[in-house]
């Protein structure tokens, strides 16, 4: 697994496939408290036979440290679009899920440069009282060991060689903070959007479905595609992953090479 080093965090990466004539690389965004592998292990393999495709672990995550002990999506929106850059390309596909859906989503907001089509997944465009109430419980670090155990041992597996063993406790607590804060864009700002989107949301995610936060994205955003499946969850590349990389690479064909 290689490694660059990316606004002063280490940041590994993998890739898979060639570069192809004319198009650009796919950018695939992990969700927090996991890593790249993890989310994207599946899918990866399966687009490359099409782009080549890039899976960073985000600072903070997996192999990468978190020099700065932060997680923010500004920031990580930052290093998304510099890691682009620095593996010498202008562009790439940028597909985000779940956290890394807003990863996505801010890096089309604030570097838009960098982007040939965005896909976010489970995504949220603005922070909701929904949200604000349930994450705190949701990504309680005690709450996690005692009721949830083998998800702190997952977070223990992923994280612990690089940034330490209790390390979770502190990537709970920030991912928590960032998720009731950010992102926060209006009908107005989401209505500059002149980049190809694509929003994906499982019908009955239990996490953004509420708040019809994949509509609210996709109402707004010029042009924007919607694809809601019914009886899906959280984890649409996962659980309707056949399903999930046809409409996926029908879009990016139709809308990203223009």
């Known amino acids: 697994m290689p490694n660059i080093t990316i606004n002063n965090a280490n940041i590994f990466y993998e890739t898979f496939g060639d570069d192809k004539p004319?198009?650009?690389?796919?950018?695939?965004?992990?969700?927090?408290?996991?890593?790249?592998?993890?989310?994207?292990?599946?899918?990866?393999?399966?687009?490359?036979?099409?782009?080549?495709?890039?899976?960073?672990?985000?600072?903070?995550?997996?192999?990468?440290?978190?020099?700065?002990?932060?997680?923010s999506f500004k920031e990580l929106a930052n290093d998304t679009a510099a890691f682009i850059r620095a593996l010498g390309y202008e562009r790439a596909h940028v597909i985000g899920h779940s956290n890394g859906g807003n990863v996505a989503l801010v890096t089309l907001m604030e570097h838009p440069d960098v982007i040939q089509t965005c896909i976010p997944q489970a995504a949220n465009a603005f922070v909701t009282q929904y949200l604000i109430e349930r994450e705190p419980v949701v990504f309680d670090p005690e709450r996690v060991k005692n009721e949830v155990p083998e998800w702190m041992n997952e977070m223990i597996m992923l994280h612990g060689e690089v940034n330490g063993q209790d390390y979770w406790r502190d990537l709970l607590q920030m991912t928590m903070k960032e998720i009731i804060?950010?992102?926060?864009?209006?009908?107005?700002d989401l209505a500059q959007v002149t980049k190809p989107v694509l929003v994906i949301m499982g019908a009955e995610d239990t996490v953004n479905a509420p708040d019809r936060h994949g509509q609210y994205i996709a109402e707004n955003i010029p042009n924007a595609e919607m694809w809601i499946p019914e009886k899906t969850e959280h984890n649409v590349h996962k659980d309707r992953r056949d399903e999930w990389l046809a409409k996926v690479l029908d879009f990016m064909e139709r809308r990203g090479e223009g």
């Open 22 to 71: 004319d198009r650009a690389p796919v950018l695939l965004i992990h969700g927090s408290t996991i890593d790249g592998p993890t989310d994207w292990g599946d899918i990866a393999p399966e687009l490359a036979k099409h782009y080549k495709v890039l899976v960073p672990d985000c600072r903070g995550h997996g192999h990468s440290n978190n020099p700065n002990m932060t997680y």
């Open 181 to 188: 804060s950010e992102p926060n864009y209006t009908p107005a």
